[in-house]
């Protein structure tokens, strides 16, 4: 059994960054991609990031793109979204996700197999 451990949320100003993580238990973390997804009030879940096994492909959502960057350290069997120029919008509970195979794309057309509790961002202006 898989566990995902997000942790990093918190409330800040526009403009500010902040840095979420996710820590893996279980053997072959570095096998798999990984994702970061949101789910703001009264919305769908929506993709974020994903970056794939080895961490030398990443894939960004468009409302992501250019602001957030994700990464994995393998050895921690930990993936980081480092979020900047963070907007009110950006406010959601955010999720990390394992996919069930090792590219970017299994995270983004596949159905992650295992999922974190999720950590709140607020972000007010």
């Known amino acids: 059994q898989v566990q995902l451990v997000e942790s990093g949320g918190g409330v800040v100003q526009a403009g500010d960054s902040l840095r979420l993580s996710c820590t893996a238990s279980g053997r072959s973390f570095s096998n798999y991609a990984m994702g970061w997804f949101r789910q703001a009030p009264g919305k769908e879940r929506e993709f974020v990031a994903a970056?794939?096994?080895?961490?030398?492909?990443?894939y960004y959502s468009d409302s992501a793109k250019g602001r957030f960057t994700i990464s994995r350290d393998n050895g921690k069997n930990t993936v980081y979204l480092q979020m900047g120029s963070l907007k009110p919008e950006d406010t959601a509970v955010y999720y990390c996700?394992?996919?069930?195979?090792?590219?970017?794309?299994?995270?983004?057309?596949?159905?992650?197999?295992?999922w974190g509790q999720g950590t709140q961002v607020t972000v007010f202006s």
């Open positions: 970056i794939n096994w080895g961490g030398g492909v990443t």
């Open positions: 996700a394992r996919s069930s195979g090792s590219s970017t794309t299994d995270v983004v057309q596949g159905i992650p197999d295992y």
